[in-house]
T-cell receptor
């Protein structure tokens, strides 16, 4: 398939552990977004990349959250010293470009993170 | 502050019973309003983008409309497979982030 791929689909970690979530965007998509979705809520913006540049990280909840996209393709969201409130579904989306707002975002199926 | 409010939170309809979902928004300059469908355990699936008041778009049993303050997703003669959560989102002219509403959980009874 040519869609956005996220791995792992499920991650269980103990409080205090570090986790890394991976996103493979659609080939050729310039823009990449990370969202956090709590149960029964809409996705909440975390951060945004255009190619390898992180243009907006205003939604990251704390300095424990870090995202990178070093070669402008695959992206990793890292959470250090996880806490129970980090439990959520983490969604990745990509789009061809973002300049005009005309391009819709295409989402992966997310990583469901559970912190024990 | 940009804001999106969807109503109702949940809606149960009989198969064939048409209805509308509401999305009210406040944004400092609308660059686009988006409708997505989300099935349990899946990521949101893109449905429509609307850009200006008066615009309408249709896809099968769904039609999205837009005014300066709200958008409606009309569903005509729904089928059980239309059951899902429908998410509304807006993008402002200020930046590239998308602000989502909490969604409407739609359940179509056979």
């Amino acid at each position: 398939g040519a869609g956005v791929s996220q791995s792992p689909r499920y991650k269980v970690a103990k409080r205090g552990q570090d986790v890394a979530l991976r996103c493979d965007p659609i080939s050729g998509h310039v823009s990449l977004f990370w969202y956090q979705q709590a149960l029964g809520q809409g996705p909440e913006f975390l951060t945004y990349f255009q190619n390898e540049a992180q243009l907006d990280k205003s939604g990251l909840p704390s300095d424990r959250f870090f995202a990178e996209r070093p070669e402008g393709s695959v992206s990793t969201l890292k959470i250090q010293r996880t806490q129970q409130e980090d439990s959520a579904v983490y969604l990745c989306a990509s789009s061809l470009s973002s300049g005009t707002g005309h391009q819709p975002q295409h989402f992966g199926d997310g990583t469901r993170l559970s912190i024990l | 502050e940009d804001q999106v409010t969807q109503s109702p939170e949940a809606l149960r309809l009989q198969e064939g019973e048409s209805s509308s979902l509401n999305c009210s928004y406040t944004v400092s300059g609308l660059r686009g309003l988006f409708w997505y469908r989300q099935d349990p355990g899946k990521g949101p699936e893109f449905l429509f983008t609307l850009y200006s008041a008066g615009e309408e778009k249709e896809k099968e049993r769904l039609k999205a409309t837009l005014t300066k303050k709200e958008s409606f997703l009309h569903i005509t003669a729904p089928k059980p497979e239309d059951s899902a959560t429908y998410l509304c989102a807006v993008r402002s002219i200020r930046d590239d982030k998308i602000i989502f509403g909490k969604g409407t959980r739609l359940h179509i009874l056979p």
